[in-house]
């Protein structure tokens, strides 16, 4: 669909709601204007689609102007004006972006109820009823994090961004071990450089870890002796003595076994993740994981022997050749594991993403929508709540990727990461460190993306973490 935008340049704001509303092939046009007036600025958008047009505006004293308020009164005006041409109310209303909570968190910190920031969602950004109560659940848990913290307390993340294979629905940084496997070795060893030369930088901060996540790629395609270097490492050059959580992503199950699994048990790792995204072996097939759904049952089994009690499994809904029966299945055998967490993702095609060129073989939204439905349902009756939640673009059916967890046993690390309440120092390739200053201002300083870029600008990577820290020194 065109966008034309007259009066103001906030082209993204509005572009970004434009694709969550409407295909990103939609014929049509949409016109969004901004009046600049003594008293008021008024947003007015009008959308023309097979033949028929709208119009709608809403307006913003103009002594109340700040950025996020104009766009975010622009975004309203397109939102009313979509309406009529949409045949089913969307899930989140007028918002885009990916971190929804961020909204509710701040009404919460600021004194709001449960019951106000529902209302805001609502009213504000004409979020569903059902949608609000989500965000307001998940921000709940936000705020009992954020209650835990001090002003000196980060994370800390350590990419690994190799897997067995490329899971045809993955868009994520990495490289599989049957052509890059020659890679591992040295970039372990470029990796051990940035561990040491941070954790100098570290200790001669006022910054301590409170979380350590170990993702991905698959960070368990290491053997267990790389595993366990790598451990030793961050244990030899930082401090985790008031580290609340050590999670290592597993992902895959035909990654792990036993005595790996204890291994991480015994290096003081506490939370471990074993990903099935569909316990149906035909849908496995069809996203290239060449494991069994029987494999993740052994995978979980093999976990509690070895002594994780903080297990966290992954399912995917709008995955290819599914259907609802299937992840009505699927969801129902991951629940009987009684797992700590399960995470609901929504399938979000990406076009690095092998999936991308292929989706005539995926469930249609009704049907996505069912799944989401049957899991919030099913969770809930189960006495699983939602901790952390967050969005991404072409989603199937705009929905969302939601955090469950039983008896408050919230992965800590993914409330930090998604709502950005503390600075995230990530190591390795593709991580990206998110820098917390005063006022809210968020720097990023990103790591290069790939294994092979990595090793080549390892001077770089190091000499970065020195700007960083030169950027975090007297903002505590």
Known sequence: ??????????????????????????????VSTLYRGKKWLTAVTKITKNGKTTQASKRLPAAQETVPLRRQTLQQSYYLAALPHLTQLPAWGALAGVRPTKLTTRHLLQGGTAASAKKMMERTYFVTPERAALAVDCSQATVSFCSQLEPTDISLYVGIPFC?????????????????????????????????HTGKLLANSPY???????GGGTPTTLTSPQLERLVNALYAHFDLSRCLEFTVEGGRPDTLDLPKLQTL??????????????????????????????DTLRAYGQAVEAGFAAINMDLIAGLPQDSFDGFRRSLDAVAERNPANITVHTLALKKDADLFSRRQSLPPAEEVARMVDYAGNVLR?????????????????????????RDGLHCLYNIAMMEEVHTILSLGGGGISKVNLPGGKLIRFPNPKFPEQYLEQLRGVLSQKEDMFAQMKGSV
């Open 208 to 214: 301590r870890i409170r979380t350590l996540y170990i």
């Open 1 to 30: 669909m065109l966008l034309t935008l007259t009066g103001h340049n906030d082209r993204y704001a509005v572009e970004q709601l434009q694709l969550a509303l409407f295909s990103a092939n939609a014929e049509g046009e949409a």
């Open 265 to 294: 048990r015994r290096l003081g790792v506490d939370r471990m993740s074993i990903n099935p995204q569909t316990m149906e072996d035909a849908v496995l097939r069809a996203c290239g994981r060449p494991h069994t759904a029987q």
């Open 164 to 196: 067995p294979t490329r899971c045809a629905y993955c868009s994520f940084v990495s490289r599989t071990v049957g052509r890059h496997g020659d890679q591992i070795a040295p970039y372990l060893e470029a990796l051990l450089q940035e561990i040491a």
């Open 381 to 405: 009756g189960l006495g699983y709540r939602p901790y952390y939640l967050y969005r991404q673009k072409y989603m199937s059916g705009n929905f969302e990727n939601v955090g469950w967890s």
